[in-house]
């Protein structure tokens, strides 16, 4: 049923049709409307979950990490200093092999304190085995937490999954979003039960420690188990749109892609402002597409190599960068398209919630086809 | 009742010949039994009962992070409750997971009064890392980060009071023990397991590679602990303090003397003002808790 509500609403609605039996968050802007949201549907018996009010984010993940190996089904979203207060808990729960599902509304990451959004939070996180998901809007930010916890439980995937989709621009932000049923998000998510958990019926120990001669063989299996997520997603977004009629078994979606010469690389919310100016631009005759990447973790290379095979230039719109080097996004495009000869600029852009405008977008397309890149996006020079 | 003859944790492990924090995981599991999942932080006891694939733990059991086993520990009781299971969760963690770097997330599970019981060895310092000082670290103990030197006596502070700490926050049953006292220890765990919410047992632990003693000397120096002031064995029940060990006491230096972390104290010369100062605080400990056993003279 479509409704017009927010999008941290939606996302709240999503994760109560998951029927977590634990859920654990902290307090952190922008997340906190879905938090608040799930607090309240458990106040009034809208959904049958415990929800732990901890005294920070470190203890809200390490809350799941021990629900979700007790044999619960268990949620948590945060942001930005939120997310960073998890770090370590984020690697252990990759390590123990729990799927956790959390929501991440991106933001910036501090000094300076800035509320406002970009990815740099999440990508932040890249590295710690968790799967990543990045909506463009709320229906698919919604869509995306039956999926994750789908493949997340997914006895031959068993790891966390991170669900991002921009603070404020996404989820304070008012859209019509298709609301699935209860009934129907049982049959497409069954009820989790694990094949080990932490039960006196048959005691095991979980997150022991190895030594040198185990440790590489643990990382191997998880890199292993990440990168063959990719079939599970495939085969989890292919029944939710033989389901529902929308399909994300497609790890990255292409936009006006076939005859592009100049494609543009992009995650999240970004994604519709690029539509937009692609469809003026075309009617200018400008031969521009998208390459939209919404599964960032595993990263999906050969779908990106291959969706860019006839593209004369790609210019990366990336919302992070690591500092001293590139954004995330074009470091992995990069990577993906070694050898093909096709050269890939750089864009860092909307840090901090800077604004993203069309002719912004313009700009980068006229950049990378005179050869121009690696660079930040709308500087105010006056300013520096 | 504690089933005594019950073993819980196992044979084979890893800890130093001695260990008073093995022996106290294995009358701590007497008198859990069973029906238990045990979360323990990072520190010696994880790492001497688990190297993979091998563990001592016949009962359930996890290890997360250093600082975060009362937060691990809430999520289990959370997700028990919501399945409609019986287990007793209990922490099994360090000082220093207790006392400094896990301070937060004890705080904030005693605060939403999870039911679990946590246990902590106190061995009095970090001791897996090399026997840095934590905030269980008594006054004048040389460690590796406080040594005693020739402008120091060791560890500048006094002891941390964590049992009042988690009584402040209300908790229903906090109690100290010692492994020297091991009746009294199962006593207390068999107590604060079936009191409801979240209790508290602090567990004096010597360590013969930390403190600097003999294995076999590990027992009587728990009980000098004891019989000395420095260590009172006790019970608080809703924050007010209902029994404490009484004893005849004996002059601090006769458990000073016994470790080699409080040798600066004797050698190359004796320290008067310092022994005196450590008499002052188990004399104070004293009279707190009113352990002192008066022995009438006779005329």
Redesign the interface.
Known sequence: MLEITEGSMAVAEAVRLCRP??V?AYPITPQTHIVEALAEMVANGKL???Y?????E??AL???????????R?YSATTSQGLALMY??CF?VAG?RLPIVMTIANRAMGAPLSIWNDQQDSISLRDSGWLQFYAEDNQEATDLHYIAYKVAENPAVQLPAMVCFDGFILSHTYEPVDMISQEDADKYLPKFSPKER???A??????????PE?YLEFRYEIDKAVKEAAVAIRAAGAEFGKMFGRDYSALVEGYQLEDAETVIVAMGSICGTVKDTIDEMRKEGKKVGLLKIRVFRPFPSEDVAKALKGAKHVAVLDKNISLGAKGATALEVKDALYGSGIPVYDYIIGLGGRDVRKKDIREVVALAEKGKGDQFIGLRKEVL | MADKSCELFDAGHRACGGCGAALAARLMLKAAG????V?SSTGCM??FS????E?A?????????F??AS?????????????G?K?KVIVMAGDGATFDIGM??I???F??GHDITYICYDNEAYMNTGIQRSGATPYDASTTTSPAGSQSFGNKRPKKDMPAILAAHGSPYVATASIAYPNDLLQKVEKALNTVGPTYVQIHVPCCTGWGFEGEQTIAIAKLAIETGLWVNYEMVDGKVTKAKKVVRKPVEEYLKTQKRFRHLFKPKRQDAEIEAIQALADKNAEKYGIDIKIAKKE
């Open positions: 039996q634990v654990s049958d979950a415990d732990i009010t901890v005294e920070s470190f203890s390490s809350a799941c990490l021990g629900a979700s190996a007790a044999g619960s268990t370590e808990v252990n123990m932490l039960d006196a048959d005691p095991i120990s979980f997150g022991m420690y190895a030594t185990y | 069973p029906e238990s999942i979360v994880e790492v688990t190297p993979y694939p563990t733990w016949k009962v359930p059991w996890i290890h997360s992070l600082e975060n937060a691990v520990a809430s999520g289990i009781e959370s997700s028990l409750k919501k399945q299971r287990e937060l997330c705080s904030g599970a605060e939403r």
